[in-house]
């Protein structure tokens, strides 16, 4: 504290180098001194144990917001620099939101994190490490004085250790290896994807609004197509439809608008096959009083560009394809060989205190996986972002109590707040009949206005931070009177 005041005190006067110097040298010893009172604070013969968090989703992200980090080392490594608010994608796809909005940074933890921009390709569960390679560009190229370009290799994998780990890389998109849907489908699974999206259907309407085109090339690409008929394609239809009858509406020629058609396939036989059936007819029919074709029972064999190959329908014109049919094992997860895996899915199996069960039958100690990468051996949940974040949840109260030497011998337990869907103007449903809810007076149904209230202040609370509980809600509003931004750039 000495050194500390006898810097202060020699940098008060004028602003020079050397005080700018000292300055530096002050925040130093402050923020030394702050981690010393960190460490210390852990208690005599601890030292902090590393973990290691892999993913900045829903189970990720959610782990280190809760996480002690005066009690954890620790690092997170994920691809993206972002965690993705999933159930307002699809609104951001189509403008009633902004893409920020749906975002929220990892950094915002730093420094009292490390982070990582990486995949991790390898875990070793025997040594504890893990095998790492960056997201970053691969070069960087950059011309010095004299006009030449210097090369750096950014792309060698690195290695890094952990005590304690989390797997929460989430899943990939399904395809069933349908040719051609990699290549030229739209998925919805980050904001990145939502951008991709909103940019072709705004290109769609500019090319069918140029001068000669026939109706024919018109209709063909204002025909947006929706394969897989669960929450999440249904409501990025929804919202398309909002924004078909609203923004564009108002704002293109009449005859080209009235060309526009949205199509929903489905193999099975219904539409939100996990939601109760009169919740599920009665989207069905307001989807198709909205002019949103249902095609169920039909399957998708092929996409070319601008082409889907339908078996019960043959060749189908589109303008633009979303492709949402479930969920497909992360290669991460597909890698891990000496664990347990479910036979089905290919998750993860954990126990009922989301360790990760190895291949010999034993629950691994140091590591537990969660959200879509996982399930759970006894009961298995359903791969949302409310399973998730309720296992990270449970993780944040298990570690930070083992941090500070107590047990948590509680498993998990989910407690199903119902599934909610936007279904299109301004109508949402509600059901809490699923889940594995024991006492039945919770359950309920709600279908309309009423649900749809439901969706948006759900969503609303469940904002992260501050900033986008400011933010979502604003740009609602604003969108609502100023109509969404159709700008393309
Ligand atoms: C458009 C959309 C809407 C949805 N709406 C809802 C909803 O309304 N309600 C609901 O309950 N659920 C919803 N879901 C489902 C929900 O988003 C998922 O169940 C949830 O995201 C799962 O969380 P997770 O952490 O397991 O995976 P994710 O959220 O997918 O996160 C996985 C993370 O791991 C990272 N990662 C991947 N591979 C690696 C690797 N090798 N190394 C390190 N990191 C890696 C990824 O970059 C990502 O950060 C929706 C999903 C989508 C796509």
Same mark, same amino acid.
């Given at each position: 504290m000495q050194a500390t005041s006898s810097l202060v005190r020699a940098a008060?006067?004028?602003?020079?180098v050397a005080t700018v110097l000292y300055s530096k040298q002050f925040k130093q010893l402050a923020r030394r001194q702050q981690q010393q009172r960190r460490n210390l604070s852990i208690?005599?013969?601890h030292y902090k144990q590393r973990l290691v968090i892999l993913g900045s989703g829903w189970g990720g992200y959610g782990l280190l917001r809760g996480i002690d980090k005066r009690r954890w080392d620790v690092t997170v490594i994920s691809p993206n620099t972002y965690f993705n608010f999933t159930p307002l994608l699809a609104s951001t796809a189509v403008g009633t939101?902004?893409?920020?909005?749906?975002i929220e940074p990892v950094?915002?933890?730093?420094p009292d994190i490390r982070y990582y921009q990486?995949?991790?390709?390898?875990?070793d569960f025997k040594n504890k490490v893990l095998t790492c390679m960056p997201a970053t560009r691969p070069t960087n190229s950059s011309a010095t004085h004299s006009g030449e370009y210097t090369r750096c290799d950014l792309q060698k994998p690195f290695s890094i250790s952990y005590d304690k780990l989390v797997i929460a890389v989430g899943a990939y998109s399904q395809?069933? =290896?349908?040719?051609g849907v990699k290549e030229h489908a739209h998925f919805l699974k980050d904001v990145k994807d939502a951008r991709r999206i909103r940019s072709r259907i705004l290109e769609c309407f500019e090319q069918a609004s140029?001068?000669?085109?026939s109706d024919l090339e018109r209709r063909n690409l204002l025909h947006f197509c929706i394969v897989g008929g669960g929450p999440t394609g249904v409501e990025f239809a929804a919202e398309l439809h909002d924004l078909l009858h609203t923004d564009i509406a108002r704002h293109y020629d009449k005859s080209i608008v009235r060309l526009a058609k949205i199509t929903m396939y489905d193999?099975?036989? =219904?539409?939100?096959?996990?939601?109760d059936a009169n919740l599920r007819k009665y989207t069905e029919k307001t989807l198709s009083r909205e002019g949103i074709k249902i095609l169920t029972s039909?399957?998708?064999d092929k996409v070319e560009p601008g082409k889907l190959h339908v078996r019960e329908q043959g060749e189908v014109p589109f303008g633009m394809l979303v492709w949402s049919t479930g969920l497909a094992p992360n290669p991460l997860v597909q890698s891990l060989t000496d664990t347990k895996k479910d036979?089905?899915?290919s998750s993860i199996i954990t126990n009922d205190h989301l360790n990760l069960i190895m291949s010999n039958g034993e629950? =691994?100690?140091?590591v537990w996986t969660i959200g879509d990468a996982a399930r759970i051996d006894t009961a298995p949940l359903p791969a949302t972002a409310q399973v998730a974040s309720q296992k990270a949840k449970y993780l944040v109260r298990k570690l930070n109590k083992l941090a500070n030497d107590?047990?948590?011998k509680a498993p998990f337990e989910f407690h199903n707040q119902g599934s909610l869907a936007y279904i299109g103007n301004w109508k949402a449903i509600y059901d809490?009949?699923?889940? =594995?809810?024991?006492?039945?007076?919770?359950m309920s149904k709600e279908t309309g206005r009423v649900a749809w209230l439901l969706w948006r202040s759900a969503y609303f609370t469940m904002t992260l931070s501050w900033r986008n509980k400011i933010l979502v809600p604003t740009y609602w509003f604003l969108n609502w009177i100023f109509g969404r931004d159709i700008t393309r750039f």
């Open positions: 008060q006067p004028q602003r020079s208690g005599p013969g939101l902004e893409f920020r909005t749906a950094r915002r933890y730093a990486a995949w991790c390709d390898e875990v395809t069933f =290896n349908v040719p140029q001068p000669f085109l193999v099975a036989p =219904n539409i939100l096959g996990m939601f039909h399957h998708v036979p089905k899915t629950p =691994n100690p140091d107590e047990e948590h809490r009949s699923g889940g =594995n809810e024991k006492d039945d007076r919770f």
